[in-house]
């Protein structure tokens, strides 16, 4: 299984079409916060069809309106400040903060951690346990980024646009 994994939108569009295109042969998407406006998540989730997986940031101002946004599209689940999935066999935490993305992978009880907010896309391992930050989409620092998983490999690779 091939999961997309972005951060840190900030209502770039343009670039998240971009970043969607991407990941468009991906089997699940991850979005680890800061979305910004409701009109973005309404876009993910008119050019997502399969299993979208947020969690949110800390400039998700609007949450209600987010939702709502979000309402129409069935594949697009909010797990709240952080999630913990089973996909492909694997079990994954999602967060936006980087701090709580390393406590959970220091824990040794996920597979895969994935966590945003500091703009800045990397892979490590901790133990067993691969913990990555896709980077940005917003293009805020120069270099527009996102990530995919492979759940059999146990591999991830960041992409840059």
Known sequence: MRIGILSDIHDNIWALETALVTLKDANALFGLGDYCAPFTVAAIGEAFARPVHLVWGNND???????????????????GEWARLELGGRTIALVHDPAMGEALAQGGRFDLVCHGHNHQRSISKIGATLLVNPGEVMGRFGVRSVALYDTDAHEAEIITF
Do not use: E, L
């Not at 209600?64 to 797990?79: E, G, L």
């Open 61 to 79: 101002g609007d949450k209600v309106a987010i939702v709502r946004n979000a309402a129409p599209h069935s594949q697009i689940t909010f797990h």
